[in-house]
């Protein structure tokens, strides 16, 4: 592949999940995270796939269509799966997690991942190398006006 790197812009649930995925399959990954230099108004820590509000990931039901997705994500190798399953907490029929300890291992692997160079800044143009956007529904507003 002639350009093996991706830039990755957010490292909440979505980002940190692709940034693995590309690191893995052996791309070099630019994952941008704005926080803690820039705060959203719902995240309050500066961890990675940090879960805002709820720390339920919905059913974990074979027989629910969110546990079926989750067991396909778990087939296919999913950072953020195996991070939950580690960190479950008893909660029904649903998978809930211990939020510091999910949030705090993804970031652990994810910046000790020798494909993976962190930058702790804010992107406010979209790239014009190969990007995923990851932003999430509290993009900042001057992404939000590039995009
Ligand atoms: C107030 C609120 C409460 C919510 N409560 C729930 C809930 O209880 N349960 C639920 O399932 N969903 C909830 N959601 C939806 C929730 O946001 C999504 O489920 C999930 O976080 C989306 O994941 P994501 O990866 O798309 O975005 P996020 O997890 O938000 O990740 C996006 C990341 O991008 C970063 N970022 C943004 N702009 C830039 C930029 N320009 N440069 C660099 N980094 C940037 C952010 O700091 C963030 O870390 C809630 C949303 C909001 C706004």
Known sequence: MENKTVNVIGAGLAGSEAAYQLAIAGFQVNLYE?????????????YFAELICSNSLGSNLSDRAAGVLKNELRRLRSLLMQVADEFELPAGGALAVDRDLFSEKVTRILSTHPNIKIYREEVKEIPSTPTIIASGPLTSSALSQSI
């Open 34 to 46: 704005m926080r803690p230099l820039v705060q959203t108004g719902a995240h309050t820590t500066d």
